[in-house]
């Protein structure tokens, strides 16, 4: 299984409410990511978990939460969003953060948001 | 900081050859890897080079030049199926950053 779900594939959201992302691996990576990816320009990196622990947060802002459970599920909660932050939100893992070895980061389908 | 920057279009005809670009600084440079995007799809991986010289994997090849903060991506016999946006990303010690992106379109 190389496969990284992401859930919902599609979501449209006011800027009141409040939603979340789900991602999920079951590779046995232990480093796994959030990318915003605008339409026609690179992902951005936006977290980056290691072992569970948030090891780097791009400085987002506050309105997006990441959350690890547990070593196969990542998840974003979104609240109060503005039109702004539509967009495609990818989530990758790979089987740790870079150590100079291959490590190879595998993409979710991703969920395209739009806030409205 | 970093930057990685790389043509941001790319036309070619069906059954050339064409080669993409990328030349970055950054610190802490583990390795560099090439990714394909379809449109509204997710970047698959095609190729990761963490020594100088040239990786060549079936009609795709991806060169190194780390003194030079440089690497290309060569496609050969190019498809229509080939048009996409081809992503470099370096790796450093800590994350993986991705470049402006190319995106080729491939006509026959």
């Known amino acids: 299984d190389t496969e990284v779900t992401q859930t919902p594939k599609h979501l449209v959201m006011g800027m009141t409410n409040k939603k979340s992302l789900k991602c999920e691996q079951h590779?046995?990576?232990?480093?796994m990511y959030w990318y915003k990816q605008k339409a026609k320009k690179p992902p951005e990196l936006m977290f980056v978990?290691?072992?569970?622990?948030?090891?780097i947060n791009e400085s987002v802002p506050s309105r997006f939460s990441p959350e690890c459970p547990n070593s196969s599920l990542l998840n974003l909660h979104l609240h109060a969003l503005q039109p702004e932050d539509s967009a495609l939100y990818l989530c990758?893992?790979?089987?740790?953060?870079?150590?100079?070895?291959?490590?190879?980061?595998?993409f979710g389908q991703g969920t395209r948001l739009t806030v409205v | 900081g970093q930057n990685i920057d790389q043509p941001t279009e790319m036309t070619a005809t069906e059954g050339a050859i064409v080669q993409i670009n990328c030349t970055y600084q950054t610190s802490g440079f583990n390795g560099l890897f090439w990714y394909q995007q379809h449109a509204g799809e997710a970047p698959t991986f095609l190729s990761y080079?963490?020594?100088?010289g040239l990786e060549e994997k079936g009609r795709f090849s991806s060169f190194l030049s780390r003194s030079k903060g440089y690497s290309y991506l060569l496609l050969k016999e190019l498809q229509m199926k080939d048009s996409a946006s081809y992503l470099c990303a370096v790796e450093r010690t800590d994350k993986l950053i991705f470049g402006t992106g190319t995106r080729l379109q491939v006509f026959p």
């Open positions: 978990y290691s072992y569970e622990k948030l090891s």
């Open positions: 080079n963490v020594l100088d």
């Open positions: 990758a893992s790979s089987q740790d953060t870079a150590t100079g070895l291959n490590t190879e980061a595998f």
């Open positions: 590779m046995g990576h232990r480093a």
